[in-house]
């Protein structure tokens, strides 16, 4: 991660540049669906009646809107249409700080924020403070009868229903077909299928100790997780979710999956990119051993629990006789990091 020429390259852009820059926005993903609703459907898509309610009730007067890159152009929509309904005048959070994945909370302090409504797709991280957060993940369609057929299809050649413990996971855009996607998978492999539902961040703690479970990147798992040997994970999703491939890095036991695409309507008994991702991690675990010195990355400082992962990293490189750096720098992007290359041997 060498600069070009051995020269450094600038942390900031030049001011022309950025003026003249031309956004650039996807529209063949899934996300990008909300291109083809009429206005009435895209008041059910984001929600914009509940969350209005949300508003009113807990009588918020400073709302802010977090939108990820592909539905910004929805967002002045959606603040009109909760400008009407609740006479408050919502602001739009347009550069995240981190990932559009993340409650951006310290965007949300300098507006002096009474609350946020996140949209889209959300890693479920818990902010550092308690700052009220509405999630509007969207409504991604799903064909249910094409996917309980096509699973019972792949279960009449394979013998995956003899697997001991089965974990259902979904995109969050799927959550509000949760109950027919569990109760279609649970026709086919039995009512031992453990559904990873979605925990706020809020109800995580007292949902744990109600359902008896454990949490994983915001989602409901087995206590046992852990320890089992062997797991079969159902994925249904689209395939350009990071979702499957950072639970599958999470959770290693995870030996086969089964994954349904809802935009392809395909169903496949492997995830290859998965379990490309996952050789390329151990082998990136392989070079942090050989490193002298690494950089410790920390993108954002709105997660709960940040420094104590700092620290944790800080004291085993200590302890494994390496120097460790650490680098606070908002969104990542290789010119930032080749700054320090030359001084740091590997980035986590």
Not at 151 to 160: I, M, N
Not at 162 to 173: A, E, G, N, V
Not at 253 to 279: F, G, K, W
Request: proline share 4%.
């Amino acid at each position: 991660m060498s600069a070009e020429d051995g020269k450094s390259v600038s942390l900031f852009s030049n001011s022309e540049e950025v003026l003249s820059r031309k956004a650039e926005v996807t529209t063949d993903d899934e996300t990008s669906s909300s291109l083809l609703l009429s206005p009435e459907e895209k008041l059910d898509f984001f929600e914009v009646v509940e969350t209005a309610d949300w508003i009113k009730k807990n009588s918020f007067d400073r709302v802010a809107l977090q939108f990820p890159d592909d539905l910004m152009r929805d967002s002045v929509f959606v603040s009109k249409e909760l400008e009407k309904r609740t006479s408050v005048k919502p602001f739009v959070l347009a550069d995240t700080s981190y990932g559009s994945c993340c409650v951006d909370e310290i965007a949300a302090q300098h507006a002096s924020a009474s609350c946020l409504v996140h949209y889209g797709d959300a890693c479920l991280s818990e902010p550092p403070e308690k700052l009220p957060v509405r999630f509007v993940f969207g409504k991604t369609a799903v064909d249910i009868e094409d996917y309980r057929s096509k699973l019972k299809s792949l279960v009449e050649q394979d013998a995956e229903k003899q697997r001991t413990k089965i974990c259902l996971l979904y995109d969050s855009s799927l959550s509000h077909y949760s109950e027919e996607i569990c109760r279609a998978t649970r026709e086919t492999f039995g009512e031992g299928v453990f559904d990873c539902a979605l925990i706020a961040p809020a109800d995580r703690e007292e949902k744990k100790e109600e359902e008896k479970c454990s949490s994983s990147l915001g989602r409901r798992v087995p206590v046992d997780m852990e320890s089992l040997e062997d797991a079969t994970v159902i994925y249904v999703g689209t395939g350009r979710s990071p979702l499957l491939p950072l639970f599958l890095l999470s959770h290693p036991n995870c030996s086969r999956v089964v994954q349904y695409d809802t935009r392809n309507r395909t169903i496949a008994s492997e995830a290859p990119t998965a379990t490309r991702q996952l050789r390329r991690r151990l082998f990136l675990v392989e070079k942090v051993k050989d490193a002298n010195t690494v950089g410790i990355v920390c993108g954002t400082l709105g997660v709960r629990g940040h420094r104590i992962a700092v620290d944790r990293v800080k004291q085993l490189c200590q302890l494994a006789h390496k120097k460790a750096y650490v680098f606070s720098v908002g969104k990542l992007n290789v010119p930032k990091l080749a700054n320090f290359a030359a001084e740091i041997d590997i980035f986590v």
